[in-house]
């Protein structure tokens, strides 16, 4: 077996032993960059162990750097990786790092810090290796013309609620327009209530109150459609095997053929 194909089942297979240890092993370098990141946000630890938190995270961003060469190296068609999502997040957990070396100056400083923040991205790559991830990942793809179809119910259900509290209301009780009248329907339908904005009428006040009980009731419908779909994927047995042409996760435990693009898996 050639070393590229060695890699291959190493970094993108998780059902070989070896893939497993890879896996738990990258897992534990990224809960340390996490662990770091945020300990460095605290003055007195980061003065204490300046040194020591700068070293660690040189030598995190180096392994991170190393990887993801790697991964561009084996993969049939690198571009497919370099832009899709977890290539994406991988890239930027070792942007900031290096981005900090061309920076200088206090000024440069408060641009550094805020590029760090990036660094959390790291975190999300804990995501590929759950099987669960790729249920969840699955059923919100299935029910993903479900929950546009009601959101675009919502949004015009939004748009009628806040042009009638604009006419009941008027502009002197704070519904100075429309666009405002659908604020007040976006915060009140989704229980957020910042009471910024309220209606002062009886008329207004006996509105709102059955907008908020259908917000209650609109709160669950997306909740029950994803759970529907979660519940249908759960039953199927899903594999770790990464499709070697798109990339694609999720297969499932008996599949041959890639269901994005029906290639050959491994």
Known sequence: MLLKEKLYNVIFEADTRAGKLFDLLLLIVILLSILFVMLESVPTIEKKYHDFLKIAEWIITIIFSMEYLIRIWIVRHPQKYIFSFYGIIDFLSVLPSYLALFFAGTQGLMVIRALRLLRVFRILKLNRYLKESAIIIKALRESRYKISVFLFGVLTLVIIIG????????????????????????????????????????????FASVVMIIGYAIIAVPTGIVTAELTKQSHKEISTQVCPECLAEGHNHDAKYCCECGSKLN
Request: charged content about 10%; glycine content about 14%; proline content about 5%.
């Open 163 to 206: 042009t009638v509290m604009y006419l009941v209301e008027g502009a002197e009780n704070g519904f100075t327009s429309i666009p405002r009248g659908i604020y007040w329907a976006v915060v009140t339908l989704t229980t957020v209530g910042y009471g910024d904005i309220s209606p002062v009428s009886s008329l207004g006040q006996f």
